[in-house]
């Protein structure tokens, strides 16, 4: 997902999607010890959308702790 997307999101549905994606990553993770699949460019993937969500909650954070 875009960092534009993840902007748009609320709090509340950015932390849905996080914990989404944190779950995707267990299942991919667990299909791969089993060697049921390949899935390491959607792990990539999924790992660099979690960094965005979390830059994005971030950047959240200290723009309310400065007052703007």
Known sequence: M??????????REL?????DWQ???WKLRFQAATGQTEGVRKLRALR???ARAK??????????????
Request: glycine content about 2%; aromatic content about 0%.
């Open 55 to 68: 830059t994005v909650q971030r950047e959240r954070e200290l723009k309310q702790a400065h007052g703007e």
């Open 23 to 25: 779950n995707q990553i």
């Open 48 to 50: 660099k959308d979690i």
């Open 2 to 11: 875009k960092a534009e997307k993840i902007r748009e999101l609320s709090e």
């Open 15 to 19: 932390e849905v999607q996080a914990n």
